[in-house]
């Protein structure tokens, strides 16, 4: 409520005033959730997730495997929340909920005897101080590349706010035997190596070798951890690494090899990321192509996913991957749009352009900042989201995918003046192939 009145009154206030009393106005209510609920993180053990991708999926891995190895957990990211046994979805259209929210979270978990509690925790929820007095005793980095630029004003803000998060939650946490684990492959990775050297915190790094050799399919991954092969029902380079990060930090809290090896054999789908969607018709079998549900909206995530149903766009093609992208949101980003459009370009067969959350922006301007990278094919322009998964859908050949990016588990279309439509990619596929069957 508190932060609805502000938003109101923002235009009235002189920057100068703004800036000065912004930090003070939000430190104040994270620090007032965190004594209405006792400062719960000091009651159970934190595992703080960020990055600019994998965080989710990270979180979701490392879940399942304290999960078998026996632990009660907690957690929160952007598909959904959980304490103990009872889970239902993150519908707030952010991935780290406001500052109370938080620390009633935390005071839940720790009142229904939780062990860990596994937070996804962003750059924006950052700015905000929602990370503040939340007391870690784990830190895992997954990855960093240029995002949210408009809301932070810059790459090099962007990075400090997410070393934020490490210098808060974990430098300052008074926890015994903290942790931080890092990516080791990633460029930016010594920036947090260096925010915890010389104190009293062990740090693991993890690098794409500590799994060679490996081999990356269409149906899932094979690679080896700590001698002993290993394989995973999830796909794609991307999922590797999560699955890295997750396993060397279980590994590091003193999981055993065969518990983090025998979670992750089983741990097949994570919704909204490469989420298979299949439907059974009317003789039993399922559909003969692939419909992929994900929430690729980086070049460089949207890149990662194509390859995992094309390794080399310039081989002979037997089948056809169809696209049905939407771009950004409205607002925001600008600059990704062109450079999805070519990825689409160079990895795709056919490429329907669609709506995805326009915001206060003209939806048809987004669609077209997309089209400009497009330029060896004439993309198809459905700007109603539905229509377009049924058009990928009546297109579709034996042997295609219809990968349907950008949006993920996300509720809600986003629209002008606050406005939000309930939607499911996955939902949405689902309807359109039952139609079809």
Known sequence: MLDSLLSKTRPFIPDFIFDFFNPIYHWKLALLGAVIYRFPSRKIKVIAVTGT??????VEILNAILEKAGKKTALTNTIRFKIGDVSRPNLFKMSMPGRFFM?????????????????????QGSLT???????????????????????????????????????????KSKKPSRLAVVNGDDPESQHFLNCVYGKDIRQAKYVLR??????????????????????????GLFNLYNILAAATTAKNLGISDDIILGAIQKFSDIPGRVEKIEVKGADGRVQDFAVVVDYAHTADSLEKLYKVFRPDPKAARTSKIIAVLGGT????????????????????????????????????????????????????????????????????????????????????????????????DANIAREELQKKN
Request: proline share 4%; glycine share 8%; aromatic share 8%.
């Open 103 to 123: 620390q009633r979270f935390l005071r839940q978990a720790v009142d229904a005897k939780c062990e860990y509690a596994i937070l996804e925790m962003t750059s």
């Open 53 to 58: 991708k994998g965080k989710s999926s990270t």
């Open 329 to 424: 949101g409205g607002g925001r980003d600008h600059w990704k749009r062109e450079g999805m459009g070519k990825l689409a370009n160079t990895y795709c067969d056919e490429i329907i352009l669609t709506d995805e959350d326009p915001y206060d922006e003209d939806p048809r301007q987004i669609v077209n900042d997309v089209a400009k990278g497009i330029t060896l094919k004439k993309p198809t322009i459905i700007m109603d989201r539905r229509l377009a998964i049924r058009s990928a859908i009546a297109r579709a050949k034996k042997g295609d995918a219809i990968l349907i990016t950008g949006k993920g588990t996300d509720p809600y279309i986003m629209g002008p003046n606050g406005t939000k439509t309930s939607w499911s």
């Open 129 to 171: 101080y929602r990370h503040r007095f939340i007391e870690q005793n784990v830190f895992v980095f997954t990855n960093i590349s240029p995002e949210h630029i408009e809301a932070h004003g810059s790459y090099e803000k962007y990075l400090k706010a997410k070393l934020s998060i490490i210098e808060d939650g974990l430098v």
């Open 210 to 235: 500590d799994v060679e050799p490996y081999e990356i399919k269409k149906e899932g991954l094979d690679f080896t951890w700590n001698g002993k092969k290993a394989s995973s029902p999830l796909s």
